[in-house]
Antibody, heavy 120, light 110 residues
Framework: QVQLQESGPKLVKFSETLSLTCTVSSGSISSTSHYWGWIRQPPGKGLEWIGSIYYSGSTSYNTSLKSRVTISVDTSKNYFSLKLSSVTAADTAVYYC????????????WGQGILVTVSS | QSVLTQPPSVSTAPGQKVNISCSGSTSNVGSNYVSWYQQLPGTAPKLLIYDNNKRPSGIPDRFSGSKSGTSATLGITGLQTGDEADYYCGTWDSSLRAGVFGGGTKLTVL
């Protein structure tokens, strides 16, 4: 089954850009039946859908984050990425990458998550 | 404030059953598939139900899903202490053109 692993800096400075990568193994990011997504969870709070991408590059974003979010895919290296600009303390969260099958919100497989802290 | 509404908490005794509700609108639950996730403490969420009522392989049939109109329900029977977790519903919102989650329900098995 598909396995996912998040990687990137765990500490980001206020107003800078958060950048994370999700490496996909035991599966192809070029699969026509998969969508690839990012979800976050602030400490002690619920899940928030950030956005998703299809292998073709087609994206969907959370409307409240849309102006600051970019999700991209690298089919040659089998990974997808998240960039969130102008971060504040409110962006401190565990960031998960996940894969969806056929329906963008059927999140069948998840990475273990990475805690990213925004500080000054 | 989440787009989908779930009760913050539910509790019941071992061996009993529980239903967790997820209320939305015509643009989300009412017109798109609903999925349910279990999040045990300190772990990533795990898919329990997709397409309203389908279980991924390995999920026991103690877990079930249903949908009627703009509400969905996760049912769990034969509750065990190991089922204590946070449960989330999720779906697509056709008006927002984005995925949305419920606020989560904390299940306590007393």
């Amino acid at each position: 089954q598909v396995q996912l692993q998040e990687s990137g800096p765990k500490l980001v400075k206020f107003s800078e850009t958060l950048s994370l990568t999700c490496t996909v193994s035991s599966g192809s990011i070029s699969s026509t039946s998969h969508y690839w997504g990012w979800i976050r969870q602030p400490p002690g709070k619920g899940l928030e859908w950030i956005g998703s991408i299809y292998y073709s590059g087609s994206t969907s974003y959370n409307t409240s984050l849309k102006s600051r979010v970019t999700i991209s895919v690298d089919t040659s290296k089998n990974y997808f990425s998240l960039k969130l600009s102008s971060v504040t303390a409110a962006d401190t969260a565990v960031y998960y990458c996940a894969s969806a099958i056929r329906v963008v919100t059927n999140l069948h497989h998840w990475g273990q998550g990475i805690l990213v802290t925004v500080s000054s | 404030q989440s787009v989908l509404t779930q009760p913050p908490s539910v509790s019941t005794a071992p061996g009993q059953k529980v239903n967790i509700s997820c209320s939305g609108s015509t643009s989300n639950v009412g017109s798109n598939y609903v999925s349910w996730y279990q999040q045990l403490p300190g772990t990533a969420p795990k898919l329990l139900i997709y397409d309203n009522n389908k279980r991924p392989s390995g999920i026991p049939d103690r877990f079930s899903g249903s949908k009627s109109g703009t509400s969905a329900t996760l049912g769990i029977t034969g509750l065990q202490t190991g089922d204590e977790a946070d449960y989330y519903c999720g779906t697509w919102d056709s008006s927002l053109r984005a995925g949305v989650f419920g606020g989560g329900t904390k299940l306590t098995v007393l």
